[in-house]
Every structure is written in C-alpha cells, then in structure tokens.
C-alpha cells in the first residue's frame, strides 16, 4: 500500500508560469516531508523540506504547502523555467531512525 | 567536497555472477540507505543501516544483502543476480532524523 502518493505522472508547463505538484500521503505519523529533484544520469537532488509544525516553507522560486488535515502537500515553482525539467520526487519520514518513504514521482517538463 | 561516492558507475553481468556495490560518504553520516529505481516505480528501499555495525531491510531486499563495517561505508551485495535485478541502484546518507537524505549518481546495473 503506497504511503505516499503522486498522482500526475507528468506535468508540462511553459516557462515563466507557475508549476505545482502535488503529492498525499495516508500515514498520519508522518511529521517531516521534502521534495526532491532528479535529472536523467544523476541521484536525486534535495530540493525543499517541511514539518508538520509548519504550513509553508519558502527558499527563492521553491515553496512548499502542507495540508494536514487533508494530508497533502504541493511544490510550487515561480517562474518556472526550462532547467526545472526534471522528475520531481515528494518524500515524508515519522519520528526516529525510520527510513523516508518516496512517491513514484512526477515528470516536469518547461516549454520555452 | 565528494558527498555520496558510489562504485561503480555502470556494470554489466550475466545471470548467476555475483557483485558488490561500494557506497562511501564522507560526511560523516550514521544513516545510509539503498534503493533501485525501476520505471514508473519510483525508489524503492532495498536495505538500510541506522549506524556502523547495523542492517536492517527495506522494501525489496529479497536476493541482496549488505554490510555496514565501517561507518563510511555501506556494501550492497547480489549473491545470485538475475534480470529482475536489472536496475539503477542509488546510495544516500544522512545525518539524523528530520535531515534530508544525500544520494550518490547511482550505479547502472544490466544483468543478461
């Protein structure tokens, strides 16, 4: 049973615009949550994290929403641009040495 | 500032070899962790360590095993490969709870 979920496998969006991806999760235990970046050849780059005490967390274009009650969450990118092409993964971990759970992943792709 | 090493970066074996995965960070991290990432599965958690010493399994972590003897580095090993194992295999630390994950470039791995 997928604790965390990415139902859009992939997103096109043009460039200067905002994109938003979203992810859910169903383990209410769940209380840290970070998106990651990935590019073809490469690992998994960390992008933006949040806890659950919090409802937003902000770096430059990169903002994160949590949604507890709805257990959801959203990356936003504004501007979005063509170098955020990549396949962006949303990832959530619970209190102790448990290892994070990944969703499957969403394909951005930015048309100039 | 070489992060998460992972050796070697592509390999090709026949069904039945057997190979070792060599992760190294040198950040100095208690917890390392291994995933394949297989298409439209996301990453999924082979076996993980929370500290020198110590294994635990993950998601998937039938026909491998893996070692943990030196807190630097973490060791995944096929004893038997078969084409099902066919995968990119991805390395990542971390320092603790509620950190982020750092993952190596992974290793290509194609069995025939």
């Known amino acids: 049973d997928q604790q965390v979920k990415q139902n859009s496998p992939s997103l096109s969006v043009q460039e200067g615009r905002i994109s938003i991806l979203n992810c859910d999760y169903t383990?209410?235990?769940?209380?840290?949550f970070l998106w990651y970046k990935k590019y073809p050849a490469e690992g998994p780059t960390f992008l933006i994290s949040?806890?659950?005490?919090?409802d937003k967390n902000e770096d430059g274009r990169f903002t994160v929403f949590l949604n507890k009650s709805a257990k959801h969450l959203s990356l936003h990118i504004v501007p979005s641009q063509p170098g955020d092409s990549a396949v962006y993964f949303c990832a959530a971990s619970q209190p102790g040495n448990t290892p994070l759970v990944f969703g499957k992943g969403t394909r951005l792709s930015v048309i100039a | 500032n070489a992060g998460v090493t992972q050796t070697p970066k592509f390999r090709v074996l026949k069904t039945g070899q057997s190979m070792t995965l060599l992760c190294a960070q040198d950040?100095?991290?208690?917890?390392m962790y291994w995933y394949r990432q297989d298409p439209g599965m996301g990453l999924r958690l082979i076996h993980y360590s929370v500290g020198e010493g110590t294994t635990a399994k993950g998601e998937v972590p039938d026909g491998y095993n893996v070692s943990r003897l030196k807190k630097q580095n973490f060791l995944l090993g096929l004893e038997s490969a078969a084409p099902s194992q066919t995968s990119v295999y991805f390395c990542?630390?971390?320092?603790?709870?509620?950190?982020?994950?750092?993952f190596g470039d992974g290793t290509r791995l194609s069995i025939l």
């Open positions: 950040m100095n991290h208690e917890y």
């Open positions: 949040i806890s659950s005490i919090k």
């Open positions: 990542a630390s971390r320092q603790g709870t509620n950190q982020p994950q750092h």
């Open positions: 383990n209410s235990m769940f209380d840290y």
